[in-house]
């Protein structure tokens, strides 16, 4: 596979297209951006909730819905298509942990090869370290599976007491150590003879992760990563020589466009966070008949909020951020308003989330191609289908033998 073409065009792709995929529907309803396309916005806006729901927690559907309005989609579809493997059969987890963690973890595992042709360092017999392990049932599950040796690395010292209390309850031989990654201490257990293993290491983690199993000579790694806007200085960091020759900066906003599934919200989680949308949008149009500016920054509420009166909630934001503004007697009609915007909003905002998997993938690339430029043979693949996971890419690299002079 040519990582480096896929990367290009990618980078070339989202730089043309970047005043769609940094529009935020939620902060402005100018259109502009999408007159090229006349017949896209009608389209979406005849979208049922139920096809809305649809399209937003399913990329290569929301694509192929739009390739009829929408010419981009066609490229997008064909750029971020990749095999991904059958709904995997039920596994039952062992006691206290979490089933679709657990369903997540034996994906993860039955991804990967046993044997290895590239080096002698087999997934299935080489020592795991298990990068920012929580409670380390990745590297518990290796050990049950494999009965490999197996340390993993965890910063929050509760998470590592529990994570060997358990260890030595189930008689599992892991063992976490309190570690910060981002320390020289890391060097203490990373070398040449361990893999590294991480299940959704976000961001800047990650990306530690690269430089050290490079500079502690790993000769195997294996990760899926997460939550790209963590952990950095405010913008994606590239790390590869060719994506760092490109002009395309991702801040972290774009970062978080990619991440913007939420399949495993529950359903009460996904009512309450519409019910606040639609009231902020609601408030926004408040400010505006009041003279006040309607883009003004509003803080969050919490949750709970949204079974509180549209009222009640007004006076909650008031008290967090005073605003010299009357509460309407007819606040039924505001909310109304609020509920006709966000329905707008959310069909506009689809156009973005046509990008956020080829803006995730432009991330993962710049992985494998650094990488690759420290002499490691990189496969790219989808460990599990989309509903168990959206952050389900996975990066395997083997250390290449140096050729004998």
């Not at 997008?76 to 006691?95: D, M, Q």
């Not at 939550?227 to 950095?232: E, G, I, L, P, S």
């Not at 010299?324 to 006709?340: F, T």
């Amino acid at each position: 596979m040519n990582f480096s073409a896929w990367a290009l065009q990618l980078n070339a792709l989202l730089e043309q297209h970047q005043s769609l995929w940094r529009h935020n529907a939620y902060q402005s309803l100018d259109l502009k951006p999408f007159n090229d396309y006349p017949e896209l916005l009608p389209y979406l806006l005849t979208l049922s909730d139920s096809e809305l729901f649809k399209l937003q927690a399913d990329d290569r559907s929301l694509l192929r819905a739009l390739l009829p309005f929408f010419p981009p989609a066609t490229e997008l579809l064909t750029l971020i298509t990749l095999t991904s493997p059958e709904n995997p059969s039920y596994c039952e987890p062992p006691s206290g942990i979490p089933g679709r963690k657990w369903q997540q973890i034996q994906a993860f595992i039955n991804a990967h090869p046993t044997e290895n042709t590239i080096s002698k360092h087999h997934f299935s017999s080489t020592p795991v370290i298990e990068w920012c392990s929580g409670k380390g049932y990745l590297s518990e599950a290796m050990v049950r599976r494999y009965q490999l040796k197996a340390v993993g690395l965890e910063i929050d010292q509760a998470l590592v007491a529990s994570g060997n209390v358990r260890a030595a309850s189930i008689n599992i031989s892991r063992r976490i150590v309190n570690c910060d990654v981002f320390s020289d201490l890391v060097f203490q257990y990373v070398g040449n003879s361990q893999q590294i293993l991480a299940l959704h290491a976000c961001g800047g983690l990650h990306q530690r992760l690269l430089r050290t199993a490079v500079n502690g000579g790993s000769p195997r790694l294996s990760l899926s990563p997460c939550c790209y806007h963590r952990f950095n200085d405010g913008e994606y960091q590239n790390q590869s020589t060719l994506m760092r020759s490109c002009s395309l900066i991702l801040n972290n906003e774009d970062l978080r466009t990619a991440v913007r599934q939420t399949l495993t919200a529950r359903a009460g989680e996904t009512v309450a966070r519409r019910q606040l949308q639609a009231r902020y949008f609601a408030l926004r149009v408040i400010l505006n008949e009041q003279g006040l500016a309607a883009d003004i920054s509003l803080p969050s509420t919490a949750q709970h909020l949204s079974k509180a009166t549209f009222t009640d909630w007004m006076q909650a934001v008031l008290a967090l951020k005073p605003l010299a503004i009357n509460i309407p007697s007819n606040s039924d009609h505001y909310e109304a308003l609020g509920w006709q915007y966000l329905h707008k909003a959310e069909r506009v905002e689809l156009v973005r989330m046509a990008f956020r998997r080829a803006i995730e993938l432009h991330c993962v690339l710049d992985s494998v191609l650094f990488l690759q430029e420290h002499h490691y043979h990189c496969t790219l693949s989808e460990f599990c289908p989309t509903a168990l996971t959206p952050r389900n890419l996975l990066i395997q690299a083997d250390k290449l033998t140096p050729p004998q002079p």
